[in-house]
DNA sequence: GGTAAAGTACAACGGACATTGCAAGTTATA
DNA sequence: TATAACTTGCAATGTCCGTTGTACTTTACC
């Protein structure tokens, strides 16, 4: 149902698609068109136009439409922003190979600036998802579903890890629960800069993103910081 | 209790039809209807039959359409929403009157629910409030600057009185900055519960929405808490 | 170069919807 | 009761936009 139904038949005959790859280039049209103007004000003929494309063509490619655009736009942002948040993580904060005590917090304040990045380097996802949140009561439960377990679930899921991680070599405290401890470092870490940059709208300057971040990071390390 | 806030002209009960306060009827039925659908999809149809009104009365009370009628929405709510948050702020955190240090958790846990029990109060402010972020973009910025200015923005000033005065009476320690801590203090609250109840879709159980304010608050005792 | 898939231009349909004008009905007030 | 103010139902207008059919062109690959 959900497929886009053109990848079976495509394997034998096909070995790529026609000219460039126009599927791509309609979904990252999308995405920077939805994230901008939501799921109603989103026109067929601007994402089209943004993306240089026939408006036929997107109808070939996604023969339901709108909506199956949009909801390939949600797979396909979310994929591409988990596997990013990923990196970073691994980077920064691999559960196998903890920080020594003397760099927590240099490591946890890098992981806190790459994150904080990712939300400029990745606009359009940031908005997409505001949109997303604004309008859960019209999409689908399955579709809702399915994108927070492979997205923002999934990210969720190895931070704590790496939360757990950190406590298990005594570096924190996660008083028990490290899915919350990951939460309330989401939280510090990217609530004020969310606000103040009015949701992406107008940046902060890096100086002062990064001071929040660093507030944000030695907050949660007096919260979660091990008493040592 | 979430009073309709129109008892004012309390005459005998109104008849159905004619002179009641429909104004009143309107900007409330709308902010149900643009909270649920979103500017682009709530239609002016809808809202009439919801504030059980003709479509025409919505034109001759303001005249300048859905725009307009969008824009005092927002005036009212956000403002029907403040002077609540700030009556809960007076009433368990009074800057005037600072808590006993014994007492300090208790009044900011008991701060901390009735903050989070707004949000379902006010189901509909908050879910148009989603809407506003999404669409920043699309709002001019003049409207944008008014509603930040006397709502989000003049309940953040008092909350920063109030953690000032903390400050100044050695019960937390803001370091040195009091905005800050509130800030810090409104995620770790509210954030895993907005998260976790999809925005306010599929609402929490009362218990387990208290367990997780209880636990943003005592995060932020540890993170603020004062030294003594 | 030939062929088929992929892409494009264009026109048209149909529905949703904001907005307005108007005539008639209802209410408040003097 | 008279009158002005307010409300309503309804029709109509115009616009925007998702979607589709069709004929034509381009591209990829043999």
Known sequence: MTGTGSEDKTRTVQPRRGRADKATAIVQAACQVFGRDGYSRAGIDTIAAEAGVSTRTIYNHFPGGKEELFRSVMRWSSERVRDAQLAQLRRYLDPERPPHPANLERDLLALARAWVGLMTDFRDHFALV???????????????DAWQETGPRAVGGEVTAAMAALDDHGLIDVHGDPAQATVHFMALISTEITQRSYWGLSPLPQEEADRLTAAGVRAFLRAYGSAA
């Open 130 to 144: 505001r949109h997303i949140y604004a309008e859960v009561g019209h999409i689908p439960a399955e579709v809702l």
